[in-house]
């Protein structure tokens, strides 16, 4: 294996393991900050040993080794030790006995109370940040996403999102956040922000906003844990279960979504023999008990009912985009957004045909929001190449795939370009 090759892999472990270490780290130092801190640490050590010595057999458990081994260096270092004594009630006699008190400390790491994920997440998410804060700290210390994969996310400059971080991160020490999960009456003021990022990372792995990959499954399994347990967790919370099925629907279709290379396939184009049909119910049973549990259903119920509607179509052409329509104009009065707004464009361009979409999206072209975000002019690209304006198309496409972060995105949009070069016959409107 090259340098290079030991260098990709130690950087793919270390996303996978990322949320975990951070997560140990936190419970035993009760500092997210030192925790991110220890974590990257730990990656560098990782950087420096693993070429010389090989990638172990079981890099996460050498990794968490690592990291523990960093956290009571800095104990010592940062003399925590005898604060320490204090937060676990430990005696002046124990004082005495250093060595000891971290084999305790050392142990409580390795024990398994609850969920140290779940307990991070509801940290992160703590109404002493702002959402936009609880969002991208989450993201960045569950997920392990960069703070340009973060920004690209919200539509918003990469330095916003490095300062909602660095306050957020200084705001939960300097309150001293305790690192549990939320009971009683404060669970609810807190949960809406989980689902948010939830689904967010979910997002991330589903769609990655940049590198060589078109997905992270690693992501995608995170957040459909954390979802299964906020589930169980809040049973009668409508959009819990909602967000649920809207991830297990979406999930279904993995193993479709791309081909023998990596190369994206999009959804209408998918074999749907290929849709885990395990996943597709169950994201249907939790569709039924959202819509059981609210009258007027939320916007992650709502996204559900959409990606249902594909569930339910054995072919492309079966699909209800009628209904698609109908449901994303209930989600844009819910939810203003201009992405929204662009997905409800391509469903009426399906329902209605493509100038009615083409239309719907020339009136997003001022937002800027929307300025840098490469699916609307890919839109754009597939409405214009179905109306016949082949040449127009292709500039779009070529925009869009400059746009993108993501090799796998690039590589697709500029052969959809090439081939309108080629096309002499437009596309049958759907």
């Not at 700290?137 to 997920?143: C, D, E, H, N, Y």
Request: proline share 6%.
């Amino acid at each position: 294996m090259t340098a290079a090759d030991t260098h990709q892999a130690i950087n793919a472990v270390f996303r996978l393991e990322w949320g975990r270490l951070v997560a140990g780290l936190a419970r035993m130092l009760r500092n997210v900050g030192l925790a991110e801190e220890l974590a990257q640490d730990a990656l560098v050590s990782a950087l420096e040993q693993w070429p010389r010595t090989g990638i172990p057999d079981n890099p996460g458990a050498w990794l968490m080794a690592t990291s523990k081994h960093h956290a009571i260096n800095a104990l010592r270092r940062d003399k925590m030790l005898e604060r320490k004594h204090g937060e676990l009630g430990r005696d002046v006699a124990a004082q005495a006995q250093p060595e000891r008190v971290m084999a305790e400390l050392e142990a409580a790491m390795d024990d398994d109370v609850g969920d140290d994920l779940l307990r991070l997440m509801f940290t992160s998410c703590h109404p002493a940040l702002s959402t936009e804060a609880r969002v991208a700290l989450t993201l960045r210390l569950l997920g392990g996403l960069t703070t340009e994969e973060i920004a690209r996310a919200f539509l918003v400059p990469e330095p916003t999102v490095a300062q909602r971080i660095v306050r957020a991160k200084r705001t939960l020490t300097e309150k001293q956040v305790p690192f549990e999960v939320p009971r009683g009456p404060e669970l609810a003021p807190r949960l809406y922000s989980v689902l948010e990022v939830v689904y967010l990372i979910f997002n991330e792995g589903y769609s990655a906003t940049s590198g060589d990959d078109w997905m992270r499954p690693g992501l995608c399994e995170d957040a459909l844990r954390l979802g299964r347990i906020l589930s169980a967790l809040a049973p009668d919370e409508p959009e819990v279960h909602g967000l649920l099925a809207l991830m297990e629907i979406n999930a279904s279709r993995s193993a479709a979504r791309m081909g023998p290379t990596g190369e994206p396939i999009l959804l209408l184009e998918q074999d749907r023999a290929r849709w885990d049909q395990l996943l597709i119910q169950r994201g249907l049973l939790a569709l039924e008990r959202a819509e059981a549990l609210s009258l007027t259903p939320g916007p992650y119920t709502l996204q559900a009912g959409i990606t249902a509607c594909h569930a339910r179509a054995r072919t492309a052409a079966d699909t209800d985009w009628h209904r698609i329509a109908a449901l994303y104009t209930e989600l844009l009065e819910r939810l203003p957004s201009p992405v929204v707004a662009l997905n409800r464009a391509v469903a009426v361009s399906r329902a209605q045909g493509p100038l009615a979409g083409l239309e719907l999206l020339d009136q997003l072209a001022g937002e800027p929001a929307l300025a840098n975000y490469h699916l609307l002019p890919s839109a754009r690209a597939d409405l214009l190449g179905q109306l016949g304006r082949h040449a127009e198309a292709r500039a779009e496409f070529e925009r869009a795939a400059a746009l993108t972060l993501n090799l796998r995105q690039r590589e697709r949009l500029l052969a959809r370009a090439a081939a309108c070069g080629h096309a002499s016959v437009p596309p049958k409107p759907t």
